[in-house]
Structures are given as C-alpha cells and as structure tokens.
C-alpha cells in the first residue's frame, strides 16, 4: 500500500491537541495501530519554542550525495538552487524536513536559512543532519530539530535534488503531508490520514496516565493499576467526573 498522494489537512482542533501531548504517547498509540518504526533516531531538540510541542505536515527536502565539478560555492547564484527554493517554498504553519541521510561531517542549513522560515511562516525544521550557527539559532523561539551543530557547509557532501517527495529522516519514511510532533524527547510521524483520531486517543491516554501516576505516587501496587483494571478505571471514572475533565 501506498502513502496517500493527497493529504489529510490538519485541523486547528487537532494540532491543538498533538501540541499538549507527549511524544511518548504518540508512539504508543501508533505501536497500538502497528507502526513501530516512527520515531527519529539522531535527532534532538536544539531550541527551545514558547508555543509548546512543535505540529505541522512535512514538506520535504531529499539531498544525495555531492560532487565535486557540481556542487561549488557558485551554486547558490542560482534563485532555483532546490535547497534555497525549498525554503522559499514550505508553505506556512508546515515542517521542513530535510534528509541527510545521517550525514554529520557538514551542515544541512544555517542561521539565515532558518531565520527565514521563521518570516516566512513555517513550524519549524527538521533534520537528521547537523545545523551550522547552532549557537545562534539556539537562541531562536522558533521549533529545530536536528542532530547537533556542524560548521562547514552543506556542499561539501551534499546535493540537494528532490522536493517534497518521500524522504528517509532520522531512519523513519516521511511521506509529504505526514504529521511531524516534536517535544523535549524528539520528532515522531503521523500519517496524516490518522492525526485526528491518534490526537484524541493520545488526550485520552495522557488523562488515565495522570490518574495513575496520582495512584503509584499514593502507594499503589503496578498489579490492577498499570495497566488498569476494571476497578482502577471505574475509579478513574470517577476521579474524572471530580476533576471536571
């Protein structure tokens, strides 16, 4: 079977709730529904953004590997140059993720890169290879993920071709219009087809997680209360009846 070729659009409604749910969560809900290879390896969190978790469809940016009569400095005198369109091109409120294959010897972008997708709108960035002026866009209040900070630049062992195709990032398939939700533990993929029902099934969870954690914290054996039981969770029905939630 194949990704679909027209994405689901992700409501205001659901990124609201992927933005107050754990990553964590996330990846046990899609592990209930079969996907375990969802979660990127080598890609951490290097800002710190004021809106919480970061949420959006991907657009994607596919490098290869470079060479050397092709890849020079004069390259981005082109305007078409696909990694100087690519973030030209991500449409707000969208992740650009880009696929370096795990390549951590160069760049994938720097700090003017970045600052621009933060003007022009995007939710943030996404890289399984390292950002040069780390320390600077570590400052920045605007969602990056991305395996550390490397100073030389991309052309060194990267050409980027493709946009917006199917990418390899962090080890994971990234199908343009996936879900991509970071938090503080990394990046997880949604198929778009599935946010809406995995966001509300994920609120829920994290409801019967914060009961539970009340209970352990309170004395309560692991037996009958994680996972809960039939009595445990008609005292979470009541317990949340209390709460108003």
Known sequence: MTAPTTPTPLSDETRALLRKVSVA???????????RNVFLQGVGR???????????????????????DIDQISAFDDPNHPQ?????????????????RGEKRVASGGGILTTRLKVRGAEGLVSDGPVRDSGTIAQMDFPVYCAGGSAPLNLIHHHAIDLNVPVGCGGVPVYPGDIMVGDEEGVVVIPAH???????????????????????EG?????????????TRAEFGEWRKAKGI
Do not use: W
């Open 84 to 100: 100087r369109k690519g973030i030209e091109s991500v449409p707000p409120g969208h992740v650009l993720v880009i696929d370096c």
């Open 219 to 231: 004395g309560a054996k692991l037996a009958g209360t994680y996972p809960p039981n039939a009595d």
């Open 25 to 35: 969560t996330l990846c046990t809900q899609l592990f209930k529904r079969g996907f």
């Open 194 to 216: 599935l946010a809406e029902e995995i966001a509300r099934d994920a609120t829920e969870q994290e409801k019967m997680e914060a009961f539970i954690l009340e209970k352990i």
């Open 46 to 68: 290097l800002t710190t953004p004021s809106k919480g978790n970061l949420v959006g469809p991907a657009f994607t940016m596919r490098n290869i590997p470079a060479r050397e």
